[in-house]
């Protein structure tokens, strides 16, 4: 079991962009309730398959495990739930891996970024292009988002 600590955030402006591709992914989801989260993911020809706790002060119990590309192909098909398409960029700043998700289809035009860290009170050094904290809003988790696209939100929630 691993644990998984780590702050989200809405991103602002170009200046996390880099020479670097991102990686493009797509996401499904068996299970998105209080308690726990169950996804599938392909990345980059890899795929795994990710149970997740409910977050507790920026944690969660996080278990990943990779699976055989066919099987997570199979698995995206029995996703009622829904899917999220995104790419992700890693930035390396201060020791630290950001993370920035700039996401597709009916999620296009949210980005944002997390920044895994090794205890909640960690302290970061926030990048200027870093925007409002999101980590406590449960609708930027990527399980709402496959239910609940951000194109369908209220003008008056997308940030």
């Known amino acids: 079991m691993g644990l998984e600590i780590e702050r989200k955030f809405l991103v602002i402006g170009e200046g996390w962009r880099s020479e670097h591709p991102g990686i493009p992914m797509i996401q499904g989801y068996l299970l998105a309730s209080t308690q726990a989260t169950i996804r599938v993911r392909i990345a980059h ?4 398959l990710t149970l997740k706790s409910k977050v507790e002060h920026l944690t969660r119990q996080e278990f990943e495990y990779a699976i055989p590309l066919e099987d997570a192909q199979a698995i995206l098909s029995l ?8 790419t992700r960029y890693k930035i390396a700043l201060d020791d630290l891996v950001w993370e920035v ?7 296009q035009g949210l980005l944002l970024a997390e920044v895994e860290l090794s205890s909640p009170d960690q302290s ?8 409002e904290e999101v980590s406590y809003d449960p609708r930027y988790f ?13 003008p008056v929630c997308q940030s």
Request: glycine fraction near 4%; hydrophobic fraction near 35%; proline fraction near 8%.
């Open 142 to 154: 990527n399980s709402y988002l496959a239910q609940h696209p951000y194109s369908t939100w209220p």
């Open 124 to 131: 970061v050094s926030l990048p200027d292009w870093i925007g």
């Open 101 to 107: 998700d700039e996401f597709a289809s009916a999620n």
């Open 45 to 48: 020809q890899q795929a795994y």
């Open 79 to 86: 996703c009622d739930l829904g899917v999220v398409s995104k």
